[in-house]
């Protein structure tokens, strides 16, 4: 079988002069859900427009289950649902005709039924007669979501799903994803998130300046780099750490401040390591090591940047 998407030695410069994409390579198996994780400007928008053909890559190419997407550009690009970052629709059509007209714009023969099932799976069966300036946000955007499910596409482009979205309807968002993907759609999401990829995704791949710098197995990278850090500042400054806490503990996830007053306790989010900030807490208690204030924070996409980028230049 051949993988749904190959995306072989892709770069962009637009006419500016500015290169969006460098050498950009990656292969998708059917049935994946895979996120394309980058800050602004990393070039995700860029390599969904070449894959989705409003693009012109200025080297490499795309094949889509088999299908050069320049020279068999049709048939690739039947097998794609875009559902763009910026919100365009039509305000004074209504639901059902736009969903229609975008099957339609495929030269697929009209099939009610299965916009039928796309409408009631999206919630918005109730709303098919509706003007869509009448729908609320969270509303159009499941219209985006219908409309390139309109003409049954195998592969499924999310630029930004949940951007500018409540907590609501992101959950929502990501659990019509899953649900897709059991009826054998390979979704493929850019995000800033990392909460979004880590709860969906299969596999992440990291973009920065136009570079796919990694592709990894979401467990393996979060596991890798999901980090969480608890600070606590002390009644009274310690000169040292006490043996058993630093014994209890890893001396390299702990570290007490240059004056004292301060310890920091860092572990791995997930599997397990939570429940090491309770002994910890138990430990300075038994210890009688008092505790004024704490702060926690989990590392966020750009200490994962950070962490990534300064591994490359070490290399
Ligand atoms: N038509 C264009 N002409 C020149 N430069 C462009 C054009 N479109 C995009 N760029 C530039 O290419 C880079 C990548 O843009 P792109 O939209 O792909 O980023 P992105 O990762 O989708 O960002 P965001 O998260 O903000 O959506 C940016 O620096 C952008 O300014
Ligand atoms: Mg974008």
């Not at 290169?19 to 800050?39: D, H, S, W």
């Not at 004024?292 to 300064?310: A, K």
Request: hydrophobic share 40%.
């Amino acid at each position: 079988m051949h993988p749904i998407l190959e995306i072989q030695d892709l770069s962009k410069t637009y006419a500016s002069g500015f290169q969006a994409l460098k050498r950009v390579n990656l292969t998708v198996q059917p049935g994946e859900i895979f996120a394309l994780l980058g800050p602004n400007g990393a070039g995700k928008t860029t390599l969904i427009g070449i894959v989705c053909g409003t693009v012109r890559a200025s080297t490499g190419r795309v094949v889509v289950a088999g299908h050069d997407n320049v020279s068999d550009y049709r048939a690739a690009r039947e097998l794609i649902g875009l559902v763009p970052q910026e919100l365009t629709t039509d305000a004074f059509e209504t639901v059902w005709n736009a969903v229609a007209f975008s099957r339609g714009l495929f030269g697929k023969a009209a099939n009610p039924a299965h916009l039928e099932k796309v409408l009631r799976a999206l919630s918005l069966w109730d709303k098919r007669s509706n003007k869509i300036l009448t729908l609320s946000g969270g509303m159009k955007r499941r219209l985006l979501i219908a409309k390139a499910l309109s003409h049954e596409p195998r592969i499924l482009f999310l630029d930004e799903p949940t951007a500018g979205v409540d907590v609501e309807l992101r959950r929502d968002m990501w659990q019509l994803v899953r649900e897709l993907r059991e009826t054998g759609v390979t979704v493929i999401l850019t995000t800033h998130y990392i909460e979004e990829a880590e709860q969906m995704a299969d596999r992440i791949g990291v973009i920065s300046k136009g570079e796919l710098i990694l592709v990894e197995e979401k467990t393996e990278l979060m596991h890798k780099l999901g980090r969480k850090q608890v600070t606590l500042q002390l009644q009274q400054p310690l000169a040292q750490l006490p043996p058993g806490l630093a014994d209890a503990q890893s001396q390299a996830q702990i570290a007490l401040s240059p004056d004292g007053s301060e310890l920091t306790y860092t572990y791995e989010s997930g599997a397990g390591g939570d429940g090491s900030v309770g002994a910890l807490l138990q430990s300075l208690a038994a210890a009688g090591i008092g505790i004024r204030d704490l702060q926690t924070r989990q590392s966020t996409l750009e200490d994962i940047f950070v962490s990534l980028v300064s591994e490359r230049s070490a290399a």
